[in-house]
């Protein structure tokens, strides 16, 4: 960036030494001085012309890489910190809105940079010089000059800041707009089985003309701010020239220095046509950055400042006292829940939907921090663990498999996030029930999924299942993994869970009690309560909630 600077300083005031060679020349030839001299002076400016152009094009270069180069990091900050965000957040957002701004916003920060900004730089170093070699000339000419210019400048700052809200409105209308169109095309299967086309496309219709208002007034802002540009323009100019003419009858300047004069003025039309044409972009970026600025100030659920590592082996579990909640919400989700695991012990976690069986897990890979008591795994507060450490020990499965349009070797192993050569992978594959689906496949561990590789649901949870198998941890969530396949599929999935959960402690969350089979004890959870917890056998045998919740679900299969 220093060096940067100091370029942009020369690219800024090579322009400058045009208009005083011009000055230059138009004195010498009232001056009758030798025709060499002359065609060294026009020499000289056709070098400055080389040079300044040269450093232009440096200047763009330079500023462009630089640009892009923060605008990439920035989208990957922004990137990371959605992620970081709780449900709650994700619930209210889109995904298409999520999209838009990571990589839309971005987008039209990085051009912004990288177009406008830098060419901005050396355009406002012009101006400075402009202004100071008026007053070199005449002080008189030099201050006119810059109250114009001042004059000018906080009216297009006054006009860039009425404008900028209406870019906000237009960028998050858009988004709304992104968002909607790729929820309709995610369900758009059902809309035609349901009839609910003419629906969605009114539901855009109308989505889209509520951006209508905010673009045109972004555009008669930008209208109205190029006028202004050009007004100061001319007004420089007029002063200049008037002001000069005036000078140089009372002797105070030569007509080589009213030229100079008038022609450094026109040196200020460049900038200012590139701030004009350039408005709309500056609107659009600046609304992005607004954007981005009110992303990046959503506090996190969670934040992770420990930097302690979680042991080795099977992962003891202790839950003391703990209530939970998520934000926007006084009540709990959870309370007065005290836990205990074993290293290597498997727990069944029923109940009915919205119980909190969900919450419980969260606490457990910390996608929620408890507001009372403490969540420790392997002897340690999950506050104390290391993001790194934590994602390691701790693996979780869902019932939502995101699959990557990628390699079933990038499937495997998060596109290289697990270090693992091809023999573990097959191995994995082989571990789940996958071996016969996998010998299949002509092109191996480079078939593409989708393309090569077609997966069913239950092939795409059991290569889930494969993913977690590779990391070894010592603590598996699964939170209802077979909730969403057919019979035979869910099977499938029970038997992997054999060598997914052997010597290794396990939470399992299921609807179908039926994946319970090989759990050693059972919690049941209730309202935010664990109400009844005991050893699986023994509750089956007693009179218990978890028993009277086997037999509706058999008497309910018959």
Known sequence: MAGFSLIVLVAGTLPL???????????????GIAVGDLIWLAAAVGLVGLFANGADLLVTWLGARLAWRAANE?????????????????????PGEVVDRVDGDAT????L????????????????????????????????????????AWVLVRLRDLAVPSGVIARQRSGEVFGAAEERLRGAEELRALGGGRYAVDDLKRRSTLTLAPWRRQEVYATV??????????????????????????GAMTIGQVLAAFTATQLTRRPLEQLAENIQQIQQAGAG????????????????TGARALPAGPLEVALDDVRAGYPGTAEDALSDVDLRLEPGEHLGVVGASGGGKTTLTR????????????????????????EASLRRRVAV?????????ASIRDNLTLLGSVEADDADLVAALEAVGLGAWFARLEQGLDAELGDDAGTSAGEAQLLALARVLLRDPGLVILDEPTARLDTASAMAVTRALDALLDGRTAIVVAHRLATLERVDRIAVVRAGRIVEQGPREALLQADSRFARLVEAELGAAT
């Not at 030494?17 to 001056?31: M, R, Y």
């Open 397 to 405: 499965v869902t019932q939502e498999v995101q699959l990557l349009s």
């Open 363 to 386: 606490l457990l890979h910390r996608a929620l921090d408890p507001r009372d008591g403490t969540v420790r795994v392997g002897g340690l507060d999950l506050r104390e663990v290391s």
């Open 17 to 31: 030494a045009g208009p005083v060679l011009l000055g230059a020349i138009a004195d010498g030839v009232a001056s």
């Open 289 to 304: 950055a607004s954007r981005l600025a009110a992303l990046l100030a959503e506090v996190p659920l969670v934040r992770f």
């Open 225 to 250: 701010i190029w006028s202004a540009s050009m007004l100061v323009v001319v007004g420089g100019g007029a002063i200049a020239l008037l002001g000069g003419i005036l000078l140089q009858r009372t």
């Open 113 to 152: 940079l990288a177009r406008v900004v830098v060419r901005l730089a050396a355009a406002m170093v012009t101006l400075a010089g402009v202004v100071v070699l008026l007053a070199v000339q005449d002080w008189r000419l030099g201050a006119a000059l810059a109250v114009v210019l001042a004059a000018g």
């Open 108 to 111: 039209r920060v990085g051009e």
């Open 74 to 94: 920035l989208r990957v900050r922004v990137a990371a910190h959605a992620l970081s965000l709780g449900s709650a957040w994700h619930g209210r957002t889109t």
